[in-house]
């Protein structure tokens, strides 16, 4: 399966605790996003990177989150100190870009259910 | 700041008919329109998107109608099928910034035999 990748799928953790997650985009996008869903909600963008540059950031994400994709393939969202605020499903998608074709359809992960206790 | 309303928020429709989503949007920088379809514990998929110089796209039994003048756009479901029972959220996306979606509230869709 050639899909975006997530890991783990489902996270329990107590509040103060950090957690980081790990997402996998389809080989060849070079473009990945993060979002948070609540329940009942629709996703709401966190952050976004284009190869390894994150070049944007929604208010939402607070200094305790942060975001990496080191070598412009995987990417990690980690949650420091976490609160039960936080808890909620991480979606990560990627993209193709170039501004050619379909090259704007992003394309979802499974996501993360981070549960904080 | 709600930048893409969606209603209704839960729908019931009879098996065979058809379901009608609806969506309005703020930001004239919108220029991409994506609907995606959630089962429960998974992850959004992409089912049809549209861009703004066509005003209606269909993909099999989907068909999206686009009014610019209006900001409005929504999406039909035809001969609606119990395996179409999901989450349904319709986006708007701005091609000139970094292309991140912006997501309505979802309608629930339930299709009843």
């Known amino acids: 399966d050639t899909g975006v990748s997530q890991d783990p799928r489902h996270k329990i953790t107590k509040r103060g605790q950090n957690v980081t997650f790990r997402c996998d985009p389809i080989?060849?996008?070079?473009?990945l996003y993060w979002y948070r869903q609540t329940l009942g909600q629709g996703p709401e963008f966190l952050t976004y990177?284009?190869?390894?540059?994150?070049?944007?950031k929604s208010r939402l994400l607070s200094d305790r989150f942060s975001a990496e994709r080191p070598k412009g393939s995987f990417s990690t969202l980690e949650i420091q100190r976490t609160e039960q605020g936080d808890s909620a499903m991480y979606l990560c998608?990627?993209?193709?870009?170039?501004?050619?074709?379909?090259?704007?359809?992003?394309?979802f992960g499974p996501g993360t259910r981070l549960t904080v206790t | 700041q709600q930048q893409v309303k969606q209603s209704p928020q839960s729908l019931i429709v009879q098996k065979g008919g058809i379901s009608i989503i609806n969506c309005a949007y703020e930001?004239?920088?919108?220029?991409?329109f994506p609907w995606y379809q959630q089962f429960p514990g998974k992850g959004p998929a992409l089912l049809i998107a549209?861009?703004?110089?066509?005003s209606e796209k269909k993909e099999g039994r989907f068909t999206i109608s686009f009014n610019k003048s209006a900001k409005q756009f929504s999406l039909h479901i035809m001969d609606s099928q119990p395996g179409d029972s999901a989450t349904y959220f319709c986006?708007?996306?701005?091609?000139?910034?970094?292309?991140?979606?912006?997501f309505g509230t979802g309608t629930k869709l339930q299709v009843i035999p």
């Open positions: 998608a990627s993209s193709l870009g170039g501004g050619r074709g379909r090259s704007y359809e992003q394309y």
């Open positions: 080989s060849e996008h070079n473009r």
């Open positions: 990177f284009q190869n390894e540059a994150q070049l944007e």
């Open positions: 930001n004239t920088a919108f220029d991409y």
């Open positions: 549209i861009r703004p110089d066509v």
């Open positions: 986006a708007a996306g701005d091609s000139g910034g970094y292309q991140k979606v912006t």
